[in-house]
Structures are given as C-alpha cells and as structure tokens.
C-alpha cells in the first residue's frame, strides 16, 4: 500500500477476476460512479507496482462492477494476473466532495468515535468491507481489540468531519469486547 500521509491513497476499485479471453476483467467499484476510473489518468496499483490506465468501461452484473480493459493487458491470463489488485489515487488528485454527507473513507480515519450521550468510545483505526457493507473498525479507548460497527445511517448517524467525530447509535451487545458475557442480571 503507498504510504499513509498528509495525502492518503484513496481506493476506487479492486480488479477481480478475468471477463473472457482478450484481456478484460471484472473490478468491484468502491465509489458511485465508474467515471472516476477514466477520469484522472491512470490509476496507481497500491501494491506500488505502477500503474494501469482504464481503456473501457461496460456494465457488469450488479451496479457496482464494471468490466474493464487495461492499457498492456493482452489476454486472460495478464488480466487474471491483475485477480485482487486495488487501484487509486492519492487524495489531493480527486474532486472535493460537494455534499456534507459525501466523503472519503480515508476521511474517516482517526476520527473519534462518540456514543449519543457524548461519552467517547474510541477511534476509527480503518473503513473494511468484507462483502456485504462497510464496517467501522474502531479501536476502543478503554483497551482491547477493535469492535467492527456496522457503518449504517442507523448506526452512525452522524458524521462530523468538520468536527473530528462520528457518533455511533448502537444496539446492545454492539460495542462489547469480543467473547464478553452478557451481564448476569440480564440473563435469562
């Protein structure tokens, strides 16, 4: 990954598996909009291998994948060469976003991390996806390993990045250190 700094690395997209026999391959967007991909030049590998230019763009299966053809990718096996490659762009080279509820997940890092009532719980170590949606990995004030947070609207409703804070709504057990016991007056 290219060094974490006053200009972090933004990524917008994970190539996956080759798409066909000439040289294209599926890539899971991390953004809203494939544009970005042909936008701003080639894009930086974050392995730190160079770059990749985006040659075309078309639909995939589900709203967020493409497939694409590479500058220099000639056939299957160069594309599936590529399988789990992340491509980006150091911050400062993309768009400032135009809404308060638009960001970049590397906006979020560091950020506090406050309940409702204003408590602190800790900070936000990384943005993971596993999958399914996002998750807060955050790393808790009082010690111990990180909690993942569901990073829903429901759960985080609010994001302050103006002010260094997210607050967290959440459900209980959410926030529980990993394999902690339930309170024994609780139990049933």
Partial sequence: MPEA????FIVLARVGAPNGVRGAARVKLFGEDASGLTAYGPLRRADGKGTLRVLSLRPGKTPDMVVATFEGV???????????????????????????????????????VRLTDGARFGSILQVANYGADDLLDVKPDRGGPSVLVP???????????ADGYVTVDAPEGLLDPPGAKPDEAGDV
């Fill in 5 to 8: 700094g006053s200009d972090p």
């Fill in 74 to 112: 000639d056939g299957r096996d160069a594309a599936a060469a590529l399988n789990g490659v992340e491509l980006g762009l150091p911050r400062s080279a993309l768009p400032v976003p135009d809404d308060e509820d638009d960001f970049y997940h590397a906006d979020l890092i560091g950020l506090e």
């Fill in 151 to 161: 990073f829903t609207k429901a759960i985080v409703p609010e994001v302050r990045l």
